[in-house]
Structures are given as structure tokens and as C-alpha cells.
């Protein structure tokens, strides 16, 4: 039986609740896709189904946490907008100390972590900055995401031929992987134990989070409402010391959502710091 768009809408609405995942009609095809799916992953017939389960017995357990994951778009790669991570590299890194005088020990928290390549390429550039820096204070990296399947894939550290293509320079696939009899590769405890992952949906209090002085955000407030995207930001830029620096993706933006969080361009990349 055809699942209708009054049902489809069902499912938008309840994704929308827990995620803040926005999904107009004209993307109610994808719905349908992911919850043919679920159909499967539960040993239900069709999408009909799913809906028929979902309004009698309700969305839990590991029906909700595979609709949660089905609904996230995971795009991901390392390195990801390189000019970026040059600036953490060339600027921010060396600036910590004097940007922050009295910290003794900095904090970076990436947001939305996907399959953890962003938080890993952040790492790379850790462990190389405290390579040349060996007296410098620790540098810890927190990463959270909302989606299970994707946290369990950084926590494993292991990415395709395919995916350390995208983004990592052979120099750094060597020094920091190693390949495994399956022929994919693996990363390196020196690079992956800088990393702790947690879940954290971005709609709910960050609290025990504590405070950062980098946050990166990126390509995950795309898929927020205005007033959502205006919400998280300014809940994060409670979690920044000031003088913490804020990044968004290329095609997000932080402008006029607050007074204290200065806009600074440099090498054709936006940032913020936090007034
Ligand atoms: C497109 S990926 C971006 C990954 C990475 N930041 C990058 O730029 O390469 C978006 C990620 O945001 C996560 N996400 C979506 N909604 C979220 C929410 N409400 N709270 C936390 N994470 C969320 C998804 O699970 C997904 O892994």
C-alpha cells in the first residue's frame, strides 16, 4: 500500500521535533525512500507499514535511533574547505596562547562530526602544532553529532581507499594510517586518542559541555529553520571564551544573529570571535 503525503508529513513533523531537520514536500520523495528502509530494517512490508507502527505503538528504541540516523545527511570529507583548516593551522593555533593568557590547557569542539574526518583533520593539525611546540599547553578536541551510526564509525577510525582520497595529502595518509587486511585504512592513536566523541543534539542545553575556545560548525545549521539557526548559534557562542573563535560552514552564515560575535575575514575565509 502507498504511503500518502498527510502520512509522509507525519514523519516530517516528528523529525523536525528531534532534530530541527527541516523536509518540504517537494523532498517527501527521500522520506519515502528512507522509510522503505526502515520497512526493512524492521521486517515490515512497506512504508505503509512503518507509519501503521508508528501511530499504534509510537517512535522508540531502535525504530526512533534508525529514523533519527536515516533522517542526517553525513557529507563529510577531510580537510573539507582547505583554506579553513590553513587558518586554524597558520593562525589560530600559534594565537592561543597569546589570545588567552591565562588558559592552561585550550579547547576545540567540533558540532556536528559526522563520520569523524573533520575532528580527525583537526587533530592532524594538533598533533603537528604540539609536534613543534612540545612545551605548549594540551590541546584537547571534543566532537559530538546526534546520529549513532555516524559516532560509531569515528570511534572505529577506519575510512575507505575512497574516502581518504577526499581531501588528505598522501604525506598524512602515511603518517597517520595504517592499512588493515581489508585494504581500508586505519587511523593512528596518536592522532585519533586526541579526539573524545559524545552525542549532543544541537536543539538540547549543552550542558557539561564547558567552555571552548574554538568551536566549528559546519554544514549542519544548513538544514535548521532562521530561528533554530539563530538559536544554536547563540547557545554556542555562550559556550566561547571571549576571544573564542566560531566557524561556519562556507555557505552559512553568523550575521546579525549577535553583537558579540565579530565577523573577520582573512584569505577569503569567514570566521567569528567572540566580542
Ligand atoms: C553534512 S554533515 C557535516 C559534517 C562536518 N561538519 C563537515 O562539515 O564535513 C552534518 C552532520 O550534522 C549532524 N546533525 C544533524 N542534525 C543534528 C542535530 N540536531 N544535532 C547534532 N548533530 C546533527 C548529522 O548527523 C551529520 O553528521
Given at each position: ?103 592552561f590547557n585550550y579547547r576545540i569542539w567540533c558540532c556536528a562530526a559526522s563520520f ?35 559516532l560509531k564509525r569515528c570511534h572505529e577510525g577506519v575510512y575507505s581507499h575512497l ?113
Amino acid at each position: 500500500m502507498n504511503i500518502t503525503p498527510q502520512e509522509l508529513k507525519y514523519f516530517a513533523d516528528y523529525i523536525e521535533s528531534q532534530l530541527g531537520i527541516v523536509y518540504a514536500p517537494e523532498n517527501y520523495y527521500q522520506l519515502e525512500t528512507r522509510l522503505k528502509n526502515i520497512a526493512d530494517f524492521l521486517s515490515l512490508p512497506d512504508a505503509n507499514a512503518v507509519y501503521k507502527k508508528a501511530i499504534t505503538k509510537g517512535i522508540n528504541g531502535t525504530f526512533k535511533q534508525f529514523l533519527l540516523d536515516t533522517s542526517t545527511n553525513n557529507e563529510t570529507s577531510f580537510f573539507r574547505d582547505f583554506k579553513v583548516f590553513q587558518i586554524v593551522e597558520e593562525k589560530i593555533l600559534p594565537s592561543l596562547q597569546v589570545s588567552f593568557p591565562n588558559s592552561f590547557n585550550y579547547r576545540i569542539w567540533c558540532c556536528a562530526a559526522s563520520f569523524g574526518q573533520e575532528p580527525y583533520s583537526l587533530a592532524m593539525l594538533v598533533h603537528e602544532f604540539l609536534e613543534k611546540n612540545p612545551k605548549h599547553p594540551p590541546i584537547e578536541i571534543i566532537a559530538t553529532d546526534i546520529a549513532e551510526h555516524a559516532l560509531k564509525r569515528c570511534h572505529e577510525g577506519v575510512y575507505s581507499h575512497l574516502e581518504v582520497q577526499r581531501g588528505l595529502s598522501s604525506v598524512r595518509l602515511l603518517k597517520y594510517f595504517t592499512k588493515n587486511d581489508s585494504d581500508h585504512w586505519v587511523l593512528k592513536p596518536e592522532v585519533k586518542n586526541r579526539v573524545k566523541f559524545q552525542t549532543q543534539n544541537l536543539l538540547e542545553p549543552f550542558a557539561g559541555m564547558g567552555i571552548f575556545h574554538l568551536i566549528f560548525c559546519r554544514y549542519v545549521l544548513i538544514y535548521q529553520d532562521n530561528e533554530r539557526r539563530k538559536q544554536i548559534i547563540k547557545r554556542l557562542e555562550k559556550c566561547l571564551r571571549p576571544n573564542g573563535y566560531f566557524i561556519l560552514g562556507a555557505s552559512e552564515s553568523a550575521l546579525g544573529v549577535s553583537e558579540t560575535l565579530l565577523h573577520v575575514a582573512e584569505s577569503n575565509v569567514v570566521f567569528y570571535q567572540r566580542n
